[in-house]
């Protein structure tokens, strides 16, 4: 992957990182009393909801941070179970992506690995 689209892929997964986390300091920082009574009701006023939603914002936080420590290591792109490389325009389309079409578990499916 040249220099360009890896720079743009982490300003993406930066974006990222931070649209989550500044979602969750907002979720906190607002009580499940505060949403019940509010008079604009938010998407995630009721407590399940909101759970999800945190939940969610957790790991879309810690799936870009770790993609973001690959490109540290210099193992962005490459599947973390077998180490091929990822199809770049599986990278664009969803930038925090791990693994290979092979070794995804959420593909359906899928039951054979390209794990060495």
Do not use: K
Not at 28 to 45: F, G, I, K, N
Request: charged content about 30%.
């Amino acid at each position: 992957m040249n220099l360009t689209a890896l720079t743009l892929l982490q300003g993406r997964l930066f974006d990222m990182a931070l649209e989550s986390d500044t979602q969750l300091q907002r979720l906190r920082r607002v009580s499940d009393a505060e949403c019940l009574a509010c008079d604009e009701e938010p998407e995630w006023y009721d407590t399940t909801q909101r759970s999800a939603l945190v939940e969610f914002l957790e790991r879309r936080l810690s799936m870009a941070m770790r993609a973001l420590n690959r490109i540290e290591d210099g193992l962005f792109g490459h599947c973390e179970r077998c180490g091929r490389q990822i199809d770049p325009v599986h990278l664009f389309v969803q930038p925090d992506r791990s693994n290979c079409d092979a070794c995804d578990p959420a593909r359906v499916g899928n039951t054979a690995c390209g794990a060495r």
